[in-house]
């Protein structure tokens, strides 16, 4: 199903990823690549598998903007990052 842009949670998430762009690039670039995913029903918190960001609508709620921000850098930092003939070649 797909995500409603619109959806606040989901506009939180965008904005914030759009603000690492330009404060942290190296984070915010691994970050856009991570599809949302509202995993509501299973995740209690937020997780990634290296192509997903999980989320739980409850828990990011809870956050603030700069803890949002945190927890995408840090959920981006556990993807698998590409190498530089990967980036070349795609």
């Known amino acids: 199903m797909p995500l409603d842009r619109n959806d606040a949670i989901v506009r939180e998430i965008i904005t914030a990823r759009v603000k690492l762009l ?3 690039p190296f ?3 691994l970050a856009a690549r991570l599809i949302i995913e509202d995993a509501s ?3 209690e918190t937020a997780a990634t598998d290296g192509r997903h960001f999980y989320f739980n609508r409850n828990f990011i709620k809870g956050l603030t903007k700069a803890q949002l921000c945190d927890l995408i850098c840090d959920l981006a930092d556990q993807s698998p990052k590409p ?3 990967q980036i070349c070649r795609s």
């Open 27 to 29: 984070y915010g670039q």
């Open 41 to 43: 029903s299973w995740c």
């Open 22 to 24: 330009f404060e942290k």
């Open 83 to 85: 190498l530089p003939a």
